[in-house]
């Protein structure tokens, strides 16, 4: 497994976990595939390194991950095209400027928490 691969599966191997606590809490570590297959036990030279791979591949095909828009895409979608005196407050109060966004960030996505209080819903790829 290249590089590339390898912080990909480790991505959605925390996606995997995280899906599975949200929902199923005590039980999460109990039903995963994973935790209760042959490859994991030990975590050392004998550890199916292959096999967890396919298990959070096949996971993650079955479940892909939600994609927001980008800011510029949400911004212009709104007609803020320009820096305007716009300002998005966030839970700590940090608080996102519009320019920030439309220099710094503007082609990242934008983050789930704040998309949901956008009301924006997700695309799967």
Same mark, same amino acid.
């Given at each position: 497994?290249?590089?590339?691969?390898?912080?990909?599966?480790?991505?959605?191997?925390?996606?995997?976990?995280?899906?599975?606590?949200?929902? @199923?809490?005590?039980?999460?570590?109990?039903?995963?595939? !994973?935790?209760?297959?042959?490859? !994991?036990?030990?975590?050392?030279?004998?550890?199916?390194?292959?096999?967890?791979?396919? !298990?959070?591949?096949?996971?993650?095909?079955?479940?892909?991950?939600?994609? @927001?828009?980008?800011?510029?895409?949400?911004?212009?979608?709104?007609?803020?095209?320009?820096?305007?005196?716009? @300002?998005?407050?966030?839970?700590?109060?940090?608080?996102?400027?519009?320019?920030? !966004?439309?220099?710094?960030?503007?082609?990242?996505?934008?983050?789930?928490?704040?998309?949901?209080?956008?009301?924006?819903?997700?695309?799967?790829?």
């Amino acid at each position: 497994m290249g590089m590339t691969n390898f912080a990909q599966t480790m991505r959605n191997w925390q996606r995997m976990c995280k899906y599975l606590d949200e929902r @199923y809490e005590e039980e999460s570590c109990r039903i995963c595939l !994973i935790h209760n297959c042959d490859a !994991i036990w030990g975590m050392d030279e004998a550890t199916d390194w292959g096999k967890i791979e396919e !298990i959070v591949n096949t996971w993650a095909a079955e479940h892909p991950e939600p994609k @927001y828009p980008t800011w510029r895409e949400y911004l212009k979608k709104m007609g803020l095209t320009t820096p305007k005196s716009v @300002y998005f407050s966030d839970e700590n109060d940090t608080g996102l400027k519009v320019e920030d !966004i439309l220099t710094e960030k503007a082609n990242q996505p934008i983050p789930p928490e704040i998309a949901t209080a956008l009301g924006l819903e997700p695309h799967y790829e």
